[in-house]
């Protein structure tokens, strides 16, 4: 019962109490039970500091910037090549991913090159002479 | 332009339109709730990017500052999550013993009023909201700082109003605790009193 009444006090401060005749008998309790004034005063006191002691910021331009620009890059499967700068095109050609694979494809192909040639020269018919 | 990337361009400027514009509160939230500009820019980052994702799933008409909080603070769980075993188990011993620490009886009232706290640095201050549980320093942030109203905080954090009251009076209740005891500590309220 008294803390549904301590918690009824932290709706007074923040004047959440929809009930006006609530609002009457906690206001009265408050006045002779030195507790629940102890109880009000802790729920108004950091009320009042945290609003005095912390007023807003604004979010960094630089934050900002990121933000937007990150948005601008992501999903870039929804967007078709056309509407993407050249800077952006070379970045995903020169992606690590595809480099490696393409190095790798160089390499098995010069490989069947030379084995294809090696055995070319092992069967080629020999002229005597 | 295909008409995917007149799409995309499309999303793209509501998003901008309706959701960038709440950054401010966005930030303000995060750095009272990660207590460090670095780490609220991460946080705010990170909560645009996933909205951004998701932005289909928003039902147009619906309280967006709502669902950007919602976003912000399931990320800075999870993440919270990542840092500690058990964050999401709120000690509720600990919060009674918030309780017993401080009685109206050890206190003169003079005490409560500001001139006590007022001498104690925004560090300090930001320190004791920082080591609240994260379910009670959410609720005293978007209240207290915010000036949301338990209905707004309530949708926010998806809990009943009646739970963001209770939160709420706990919340206040350890801060003064913590703020107390600082105070205390360097001499701004007499050891007698």
């Known amino acids: 019962m008294k803390t549904k009444t301590s918690e009824n006090i932290t709706a007074f401060v923040d004047n959440e109490l929809k009930n006006n005749k609530q609002e009457k008998e906690l206001s009265d309790k408050i006045e002779t039970d030195a507790e629940l004034k102890f109880e009000y005063q802790i729920q108004n006191s950091m009320k009042n500091l945290l609003q005095k002691r912390f007023a807003e910021q604004k979010a960094p331009e630089h934050l900002r910037s990121k933000v937007l620009y990150s948005i601008r890059t992501e999903v870039p499967a929804s967007r078709s090549n056309q509407s993407i700068g050249i800077f952006e095109q070379l970045k995903q050609l020169l992606n690590p991913g595809k480099i490696q694979f393409a190095f790798g494809m160089a390499i098995i192909l010069a490989a069947l090159l030379f084995f294809s040639n090696l055995f070319q020269l092992k069967n080629k018919p020999r002229i005597l002479q | ?193």
């Open chain 2, 1 to 193: 332009m295909s008409a995917e990337a007149n799409n995309y361009q499309h999303v793209y400027e509501e998003f901008e339109a309706i959701a960038v514009p709440h950054m401010d509160a966005l930030y303000n939230f995060a750095l009272r709730m990660t207590s460090d500009p670095e780490n609220a820019n991460d946080l705010v980052q990170e909560t645009f990017l996933r909205a951004f994702r998701f932005f289909d799933k928003f039902e147009r008409g619906t309280n967006i500052k709502a669902w950007l909080f919602r976003i912000l603070k399931n990320t800075f769980i999870n993440q919270y999550r990542k840092q500690k075993s058990e964050p999401g188990k709120v000690d509720y011993d600990d919060v009674q013993n918030f309780y017993e620490n401080i009685k109206a009886s050890e206190v003169k009232t003079n005490h409560i009023e500001e001139d006590a706290f007022s001498k104690l640095l925004d560090d300090d201050l930001s320190e004791a909201i920082t080591k609240l549980p994260p379910d009670f320093r959410t609720v005293i942030i978007l209240s207290d700082i915010e000036g949301f109203t338990y209905e707004e905080i309530a949708d926010f954090v998806d809990i009943p109003v009646g739970t963001v009251r209770s939160r709420l009076h706990r919340a206040r209740k350890m801060l003064y605790s913590k703020l107390y005891n600082y105070a205390k500590s360097k001499g701004y309220v007499s050891k007698q009193d």
